[in-house]
């Protein structure tokens, strides 16, 4: 089944036209040295209105992460949400992978576009890359959300949490499964309730079409099965 329809693909195709019909649009801006960002920006932007950067957590995409969420924020806000390094459309041919360059590259990009205030919503890693531009650019930002994002975390915190891991390979098996049985996985850490009865197929079109998503697939769930 999972080979005729994809339900993957089809919400994948959902978002972009999601959006799109929010007033929306696709854009690659190149920053040099190897490096390409991908952002959705608007198509008008509105002097009257301030800017708002939605950043997307790990194991996401900007469409995975803030498709349910853009509705709220369109109407008051010049919205630009971008992928970062390595998650949809992003790239870099350079060796860095600190939050910080991913900062850097997101600050750059929104300069292209001709933002240099903003107000920044960070989810999870996103809000270490919030932070960060925070850090390095504190005259661009003007208010920062940072959601579900440990920066005060130490040590003693990451031994008493629910998701207790040795190393990273272990942590990257949980996070990025790469089958259904380590999906289920993901799904009882991720939901107090998790979604019971989901199928072989179901899961392994979320890991084979959508590989970056996976972290964000079991949000989709509840609205499959709702309909």
Known sequence: MAK??????????????SFT???LRSVLTDLGEGTVMHCWVPKCHRQTKP???????????????????LRHFIQRFNIYVPDLLFFGRSFTTRPERTE??????????????????????????????????????PEAMERLVLCCTGVCLEE?????????????????????????????EL?????VKPVKGVPNYFLTDFIDVSPLNICLC??????????
């Open 218 to 227: 079991s949000y989709s769930f509840p609205n499959y099965f709702s309909l």
């Open 4 to 17: 005729c329809f994809s339900f993957a693909a089809s919400r994948d195709w959902w978002y972009r036209y």
């Open 156 to 184: 003693k915190d990451m031994e008493q949490s629910l998701f207790a891991v040795s190393d990273l390979e272990e942590a990257a098996s949980t996070l990025m499964p790469q089958t259904p049985e380590k999906l289920r």
């Open 100 to 137: 910080a360059f991913q900062a850097e590259c997101v600050m750059k990009m929104m300069e292209t576009h001709g933002v240099r205030k903003m107000n920044l919503v960070g989810v999870s890693y996103g809000g270490f890359v919030g932070y960060n531009m925070a850090v390095q650019f």
């Open 187 to 191: 799904m009882k850490l991720s939901f």
């Open 21 to 23: 019909s929010a007033g």
């Open 51 to 69: 800017n708002l950067v939605l950043v997307h957590g790990f194991g996401a995409n900007a469409m995975w992460q803030y498709g349910y969420l």
